[in-house]
């Protein structure tokens, strides 16, 4: 059984660095990029990525992947079963997928974001 989470829109204002800083020790994630994001979400939320995997029914690896941008959001099935979890709009992640996926295309095609030029 899920509980009811308050939507979440993303770290616009200082509540939201504090609300960070409540839930982890670690730099907050960069939310203009979907993993990051979606990352927040998570851990505003209390939940492990483990437990995000789980109930997105994907694997953690993937997950993890896209939390660093190493690989895009590109199914919009999961995008979906992502937004159920975590309690934010559906269209509001999906849309924020394609956004990032089109920002981001020719530095995935060039074989990830830490490749060098």
Not at 93 to 115: C, S
Request: with cysteine; charged share 25%; aromatic share 8%.
């Amino acid at each position: 059984m899920m509980r009811a989470h308050t939507p979440i829109s993303g770290p616009d204002c200082g509540q939201d660095a504090l609300r960070w800083a409540a839930v982890s020790s670690l730099p907050m994630p960069d939310t203009r990029v979907i993993g990051g994001w979606i990352r927040w979400v998570r851990a505003v939320q209390h939940m492990t990525g483990k437990q995000l995997a789980a109930r997105a029914r994907c694997s953690e690896n993937l997950l993890y992947k896209i939390e660093r941008s190493e690989q895009p959001l590109m199914s919009v099935e999961l995008a979906v079963r992502l937004a159920d979890v975590l309690c934010v709009p559906r269209e509001l992640l999906v849309v924020r997928a394609v956004m990032d996926f089109r920002y981001e295309q020719p530095r995935y095609e060039n074989g990830g974001p830490f490749t060098a030029f």
